[in-house]
């Protein structure tokens, strides 16, 4: 029992004779251990609410079964990291992606009218059939993109495990290449994702405004598509919508299949509730069943994880499951994941990643002509995208006056009027920056 994952499956094993299995599935099951060394343990939970949640409840749970374990006195230092606090590990929970990613399988893929087409393509690549090559799915943030990935990768290792497969998010992708360059491994590089036997892509909409990583990957792409290699891809739109991709990749992604993936309708969102309701044991109410469905209407992922949050309240607070107690404890997300808007760090951490910057220069007084185009950007789109004063967005940004803000702002509108290339670039970013807001 070496690795942080064996040691935190123990974990959950004391974990369950205090908690019914309903919380341990609510608040754990994404839960990954990245670390375990001496006396402290690093788990990551993908939300700052979930981290929350386990850092105020759970945490001394947590050490106390950690103290169990190993027959210790000593005091454990347990560290949750959300999405945000992850950056430097994610070589780590690379290696640990695939125990997260098992649970979403093509048997619990909940099918209707708006997806039945794309787990029909996603089905007949995890079957080895080459027609779908590649396989481009897209469509909005929670729809199952990830999930049908995640299914090929488990069915095609059941299927064919001598097969070498990659599954990888696109901005991990980039970032590992920037990693291999700067230690001079890109040979390592080349040899992990030119040799593989399938490779699944998701959110590739994040090789936008990235022209070296584009450039790998265009040979990449065109190494395994010679070899008949099976690419799948999955963004959040599709590649006529990258504005800003270079014609020769859009042209890879679209000599294959394309496949939308629409929000769920109705008696889809229906199914869904009662799939992952029985799935945690329990029976919705065919009411709270309509409230939910007729009051969400996005997002597979939120449905899912509104299911979990009833049955949660109802374990841990002893409440009835009934329309007026959910209104009550979810209101805040009942009222819509489209209305949550990126922070002006969220922009600025975008922008600065764009230009291949870090916050810091955007933040900062340098005056070199790309830093304060730069810089510039994310004054506009701070400005479009929040409701913050330019008083407000001046202080984002180290103290600036409000007339500097004004400045930045208006020139950046100038040179989308007068630069097409630039205003493309501006529609490309501010894409990204909501569907990284919003989880897809």
């Known amino acids: 029992m070496n690795s942080a994952v064996d040691v935190w499956g123990k974990v959950l094993e004391i974990l369950s004779n205090d908690l019914t299995q309903t919380a341990i599935s609510t608040w754990f099951d994404d839960c990954i251990a990245i670390e375990i060394s001496g006396n402290r343990l690093i788990l990551h939970t993908p939300t700052k609410f979930k981290k929350e ?6 945490i001394g749970t947590i050490k106390g079964a950690l103290q169990d374990l190993f027959s210790s006195d000593d005091d454990f230092e347990v560290l949750i990291l959300d999405d945000n606090g992850l950056k430097a590990m994610n070589a780590v929970i690379d290696e640990n992606i695939k125990t997260t990613t098992e649970k979403y399988t093509f048997q619990n893929f909940v099918v209707g009218n708006t997806n039945k087409f794309a787990h029909a393509t996603a089905l ?3 079957d080895g059939k080459p027609d779908f090559n590649p396989l481009f799915l897209y469509g909005e943030s929670g729809v199952g993109k990830s999930h049908l990935l995640c299914a090929i990768r488990h069915a095609v290792e059941t299927k064919f495990p ?9 901005e991990d992708f980039v970032n590992e290449l920037v990693q291999a360059i700067k230690k001079g491994e890109n040979v390592h590089f080349r040899d992990k994702y030119r040799g593989t036997d399938l490779i699944l892509l998701d959110d590739i909409q994040f090789i936008v405004g990235k022209p070296y990583s584009q450039e790998e990957f265009y040979h990449t792409f065109d190494t395994l598509h010679q070899l008949g290699k099976q690419i799948v891809l999955a963004s959040d739109r599709p590649p006529s919508d990258m504005l800003t991709l270079e014609n020769r990749i859009k042209g890879r992604f679209e000599s294959g299949i394309l ?6 309708d109705e008696v889809l969102r229906r199914a869904i509730i009662k799939s992952k309701a029985e799935e945690l044991g329990t029976i919705i109410p065919p009411d709270v069943t309509d409230y939910i469905a007729d009051n969400l209407d996005s997002s597979v992922r939120q449905l899912e994880c509104v299911v ?3 049955i949660a309240y109802r374990d841990i607070m002893n409440e009835d499951i009934t329309v007026e107690n959910v209104k009550t404890r979810l209101k805040d997300i009942f009222r819509g994941e489209r209305e949550l808007v990126p922070t002006a760090n969220d922009i600025i951490e975008y922008t600065a990643n764009y230009f291949n910057l870090t916050p810091e220069d955007i933040k900062g007084k340098d005056r070199q002509a790309h830093i304060v ?10 400005k479009k995208i929040t409701n913050l004063t330019p008083k407000e967005i001046g202080k984002e940004f180290g103290g600036m006056d409000r007339t500097s803000v004004m400045h930045g702002d208006e020139n950046v509108k100038v040179k989308i009027a007068e630069d097409k290339d630039f205003e493309n670039k501006i529609k490309d970013i501010t894409m990204n920056i909501n569907s990284k807001k919003l989880g897809k």
């Open 124 to 126: 007949a690549v995890a």
């Open 373 to 382: 185009l730069a810089r510039h950007t994310a004054m506009y789109l701070v």
């Open 53 to 58: 949640t386990i850092e105020s409840r759970f």
């Open 308 to 310: 979990k949050m009833i």
């Open 162 to 170: 001598h097969y070498k497969i990659v599954y990888v998010n696109t």
């Open 259 to 264: 496949v939308e993936i629409e929000p769920p």
